[in-house]
């Protein structure tokens, strides 16, 4: 009879998956910030390289038996496209404008937001401890904001907060819109900023070092939207919530380590709040699905 307690090799492919996902995911301010390109040219060629290569891997992944369901997108999946466009250059332009640390954990109150967006837009319960963890995750939020008022990032932590909701809004979509082709929809976003970096800005003026810097920034947002989706599909959602939160220290570490940006006092005591609310709410939810998982075995054994 086969061990139950033995490890499930799709368990630990999910996690090494989404694990390298964040690292890829928190190299986005180190990219942003190497290149002296302003955020229209970065979001083009970053665009542009990324929509190839996510649209190889859909190319792949394609259902064999109706390949047209996995290109075709609906106004649902373009609606998608656009709000994930939007949100994408207000996340390119605000680590320009302030701290690698300030963008990362700001963007790691989006699933509170998102759980805010549906109590307040579609009137859908949320329980005590998410409104509670989103309390908690404002007043750091706000201490991060309070001290870039006098530190003059107020418009990067701006941006951080617009992209923030933006991405909040997307969430709550794919949600709602279940079934329509999230990936697909990330490379027509990608190349949505392609052609609009063509009308904001001359993407052919760059130097060949900022080129090369941006495409490298495009084939690691691939990456990191592909193996989170392909690492998410082993895991349970409280679990790759959890793993997925490592992104924002990623994020501050690498900022440290590779540019030596330290953030002022006000960033670190915000931040640590934040920090602190996330991975509490995270963990909680994994140990309650792990509890309840465990109940089941003994049920099912019995």
């Known amino acids: 009879m086969a061990d139950d307690t033995s490890p499930d090799p799709r368990h630990i492919i999910g996690v090494v998956l989404v694990v390298a996902s ?5 190299l986005a301010g180190i990219f942003t910030k190497a290149t002296s390109a302003d955020p229209w040219v970065i979001a083009c060629w970053r665009g542009f390289v990324g929509a190839l290569a996510i649209g190889a ?3 792949v992944r394609r259902d064999r038996a109706a390949p047209e369901t996995s290109f075709r997108l609906g106004w649902r999946g373009w609606a998608l496209a656009v709000v994930g466009a939007l949100s994408s250059i207000a996340f390119i332009a605000a680590f320009k404008y302030t701290y690698v640390a300030n963008v990362a954990v700001i963007y790691a109150t989006v699933p509170f937001m998102a759980a805010a967006i549906e109590w307040l837009a579609l009137g859908k319960r949320t329980r005590a401890q998410t409104m509670t963890t989103a309390a908690v995750s404002l007043v750091g939020v706000a201490i991060i904001v309070a001290g870039s008022v006098s530190g003059g990032n107020l418009f990067g932590d701006g941006l951080a907060v617009l992209m923030t909701f933006g991405c909040a809004v997307y ?10 082709p999230v ?5 027509a976003s990608s190349l949505m900023l392609f052609l609009a970096g063509w009308v904001f800005a ?3 003026a760059i130097s060949g070092h900022d080129f090369m810097v941006i495409a490298a920034f495009g084939v690691s947002f691939a990456a990191a939207s592909i193996l ?9 959602a409280s ?7 490592a992104e924002v220290p990623l994020a501050i570490l690498f900022a440290w380590l590779i540019l030596s940006e330290l ?11 934040v920090l602190v609310a996330v991975f509490a709410h995270a963990g909680r939810d994994l140990l309650v699905a792990r509890r309840a998982g465990a109940v089941q075995l003994e049920v099912v054994a019995d």
């Open 22 to 26: 964040t690292a890829f995911f928190a």
């Open 57 to 59: 891997y859909v190319y």
């Open 171 to 180: 969430l709550v979509m794919i949600r709602a819109y279940a079934g329509t």
């Open 183 to 187: 990936v697909w929809a990330a490379a």
């Open 202 to 204: 001359d993407p052919l």
């Open 228 to 236: 989170w989706t392909e690492g998410a599909r082993f895991l349970p």
């Open 239 to 245: 679990e790759s919530g959890l793993l997925g939160a």
């Open 263 to 273: 953030p002022p006092l006000q960033s670190v005591i915000g931040g640590a709040i």
